[in-house]
């Protein structure tokens, strides 16, 4: 549904998206994340035809976001970062406005308002003006107001920014669920969010993408993936050794193996190795790798520069 | 979705917006108020004995002056300081077609406006037997004047987040149009200038088409006249935007 080649977008000498490609097809949930100022929003503001980019190509349904950017635009729903909405309408007065401008009307229309006020519990603040709500309830408004045409492709900047545990939750629920039957791109720089609700993850530095895959080959990138911790008494760094790279770890061995892809048979040699040797086993687990560790690792650089 | 049930849509909403917040409301009671006391007390109505109303439309190049940026500052500035230009503009419209639909709202609002001055065509109806052909192309005139001003205040209030600068800006652009066939300044002007180049100068003012108007005569130059500065300035607005 969104086709993204070579993307570039400058101001000024500053290259603030430099060369992104991806694509992101229905049923997908991307999770486009990466540090402030990575360029993420650009990105976005880029696909849903808010400014054109310096070079590249941008096509959603088919539909060049220069060319044809009127067709682009229908099919979108869009949450821009902050939020924002007008704030001396009522919440009921702004989705009548959203729906009014995707052309909807009559009994579609009605349903629409409906449907979105209940997926975003909205009900109990329906006629109140928007800027006498919490900042909880005013990123739902605006959230509704992306979803008031059940658009093919949603574009979500931040969607559980500012928002409590509870309703991150329900967002991150609504996002996974409304990603079977879309294409969702959403930012985040909350890593947790990757695993409740991504199919597949971009990880953005500098304006550049440095990792894209689903959420267990992000996690494979890091550099503990697959190693063994163990927690046994007798057991010595020396035999350990023969199986890979051995360092202690709170009073435990951690073997990372030498070799990524037999990684899987590491936790059986271990086993093998204690039971020959006779250590006493008491605890053992395989690591998954850590998504903080691989995200810090490929977007440290930046932050260590300045 | 057509293009004019887009235009319509935003036009609503940007109308409604004036009354949903105080502006329009004190900027009704103050127009209605100020144009009131120069009509019948600077403008000296009475004193003149004329059935008509240059007393009245003789001001509205100088009360829209004021008012007019004042009504036009927030259409753009505040969209762009809220955040909602970015839900606007990745909407399913065009810009002219925002653009268009944001003018023609403040333009109905001050024609709202000027509407509701009827009392003063009443009242000289009472005193006397007025042209009134000439006081409703005077009024015609002055619609245009309003929305001659307020296409430049959408444009300065594109360039900036801010509302003041806005308003600044555009009171200066107006005041220009005004000045450069403001009988003072073009009476300073004819003494080292050539009468052609005055003239010209002079072409450029709000003050000499809209006198046309007042006189009664709705002259296809000064239609013309108006209608360009409006579309030429509704026209840098999409440029502006496009280049934010």
């Known amino acids: 549904m969104i086709r993204i080649e070579n993307l570039v977008k400058t101001f000024g000498a500053k290259r603030a998206v430099d060369g992104v490609s991806f694509a992101v097809e229905r049923g997908e949930v991307l999770g486009f994340l990466g540090p402030n100022g990575a360029g993420k929003s650009t990105t976005m503001r880029m696909i849903t035809g808010f400014f054109p980019p310096s070079a590249g190509r941008i096509s959603v349904g088919g539909h060049d976001v220069v060319d044809s950017p009127l067709e682009a635009k229908r099919l979108i729903g869009y949450l821009p970062e902050a939020a924002p909405s007008y704030p001396d309408m009522t919440v009921a007065g702004f989705l009548g406005f959203a729906a009014d401008m995707r052309g909807l009307d009559g009994a579609a229309r009605k349903q629409a308002l409906q449907r979105v006020v209940d997926l975003c519990f909205l009900s109990s603040v329906l006629y109140q003006s928007i800027d006498t709500l919490s900042k909880g309830y005013k990123h739902r408004t605006c959230l509704a107001q992306a979803l008031i045409h059940d658009p093919e492709v949603l574009v979500l900047d931040e969607p559980t920014d500012g928002l409590d545990p509870n309703q991150k939750h329900e967002v991150r629920n609504l996002i996974r669920e409304l990603g079977r039957t879309k294409a969702v791109v959403f930012s985040t720089h909350i890593l947790e969010e990757v695993d409740a609700a991504c199919t597949r993850a971009i990880i953005i530095d500098r304006g550049r993408i440095v990792a894209n895959g689903t959420p267990a080959e992000l996690r494979a990138l890091s550099a503990h993936a697959g190693a063994v911790t163990l927690h046994a008494a007798g057991a010595s760094a020396e035999k350990l050794a023969a199986l890979g790279h051995v360092e202690p770890v709170n009073g435990a061995f951690r073997v990372t193996p030498k070799d990524k892809g037999a990684a899987g048979q590491l936790a059986l040699a271990v086993v093998e190795l204690a039971r020959r040797e006779g250590w006493k086993l008491d605890a053992l687990h395989t690591e998954e790798g850590q998504l903080d560790e691989v995200f810090r690792s490929l977007t440290l650089p930046d932050t260590v520069k300045k | 979705m057509t293009a004019w049930h887009a235009i319509r849509t935003i036009a609503k909403r940007e109308l409604v917006a004036y009354f949903t917040s105080p502006v329009a409301y004190v900027f009704l009671v103050i127009f209605l108020l100020l144009t009131g006391f120069l009509t019948f007390t600077a403008g000296a109505f009475f004193e003149r004995g004329e059935a008509g109303l240059g007393a009245f439309f003789g001001w509205h190049p100088w009360v829209y002056l004021v008012l007019v940026p004042a009504i036009g500052m927030r259409l753009w500035a505040e969209e762009r300081r809220a955040g909602t230009l970015e839900l606007l503009l990745t909407l399913p419209v065009a810009a002219w077609q925002a653009i268009l639909g944001k003018f ?141």
């Open chain 2, 104 to 244: 023609l709202a403040s333009w109905a609002f001050l024609g709202i406006a000027l509407a509701l001055t009827f009392p003063v065509v009443i009242t000289v109806n009472v005193l006397g037997a007025p042209d009134n052909g000439q006081i409703l192309a005077g009024y015609l005139g002055s619609l245009f004047l309003a929305g001659a001003y307020l296409a430049i205040t959408c444009m300065t209030s594109a360039m900036t987040r801010n509302q003041v600068i806005a308003f600044i800006l555009s009171v200066v652009m107006c005041l220009f149009l005004i000045l450069a066939g403001f009988s003072p300044v073009t009476d300073l002007m004819a003494r080292w200038a050539s009468p052609a180049l005055v003239d010209t100068v002079a072409a450029f003012s709000v003050v000499t088409h809209f006198d046309g108007f007042q006189k009664g005569v709705i002259d296809s130059r000064d239609l013309f006249y108006f209608l360009s500065v409006i579309g030429f300035s509704l026209f840098a607005t999409s440029v502006v935007l496009r280049n934010r």
